[in-house]
């Protein structure tokens, strides 16, 4: 199976059925290796989960070396938007051929992200027709509320976390973020992780895990 998207893809390590996924959306001017490496922790305690990581669909416009989900050189919030949007057609696309591919419904699939790629997770979760098993999205932020709120067709359940010092995408958004999906009944888990800046630290990792786990439901 050739996708829609270049991805990195971490298999069970057994022959075996696969219930779930996990697709992880890397942050600007990163790839889908870079995202992978969640994967070396998780992978142990979520069987039968096969890890899809794409490549963004652009070349990231300041590191050529990496990609990127929408550009970010123009301050214009209604050009992010209109190219937000384009990402999620790829994205949607990419995420029906997984689905095709291994038999699989939005159910058994969770969403996550980090930085650019929580705030595609976040968009994918709300505009789909039918809710997803769960969003976990570290570093984001909601891209556009007013958006959002127009096109919102499911209430995908979410975990989202963010570092107290992050200075590349400012804690506050977090705090929006859970306003928002609280006010239109979207069931949320917030965590603010201390002395924690612009990454994923083993903390968040874990505490992903455990959620992802939680809502796969297995023991």
């Known amino acids: 199976m050739t996708f829609c998207l270049t991805t990195t893809i971490i298999k069970p390590e057994k022959d075996i059925l696969i219930k779930h996924a996990v697709i992880l959306l890397h942050g600007y001017g990163g790839d889908g290796k870079d995202i992978s490496m969640l994967t070396l922790n998780w992978k142990r305690f979520l069987p039968n989960t096969i890890f899809l990581c794409p490549n963004g669909h652009e070349k990231c416009t300041i590191n050529p070396t990496g990609y990127q989900w929408f550009d970010l050189t123009r301050d214009d919030p209604e050009y992010i938007l209109e190219q937000s949007k384009k990402a999620e057609i790829k994205l949607k696309e990419f995420i029906e051929e997984v689905k095709n591919e291994y038999a699989l419904k939005n159910s058994q699939i969770c969403l996550s992200g980090f930085s650019q790629g929580c705030m595609m997770s976040i968009n994918l979760g709300l505009t789909s027709n039918i809710n997803y098993n769960c969003v976990v999205g570290f570093s984001g932020k909601i891209i556009n509320e007013k958006d959002i709120i127009k096109r919102k067709n499911s209430s995908t359940k979410m975990l989202l976390i963010h570092g107290d010092k992050d200075e590349v995408v400012s804690p506050?958004?977090?705090?929006?973020?859970?306003?928002?999906?609280?006010?239109?009944?979207?069931?949320?888990?917030?965590?603010?992780?201390?002395?924690?800046?612009?990454?994923?630290?083993?903390?968040?990792?874990?505490?992903?895990?455990?959620?992802?786990?939680?809502?796969?439901?297995?023991?």
């Not at 958004?173 to 990454?199: G, P, Q, S, V």
């Not at 083993?202 to 809502?215: F, T, V």
């Open 172 to 219: 506050t958004f977090l705090l929006e973020a859970k306003d928002f999906l609280i006010r239109n009944d979207i069931e949320i888990a917030t965590k603010m992780i201390k002395d924690c800046e612009h990454h994923i630290p083993i903390e968040a990792s874990s505490l992903a895990l455990s959620y992802i786990k939680n809502n796969f439901q297995i023991r």
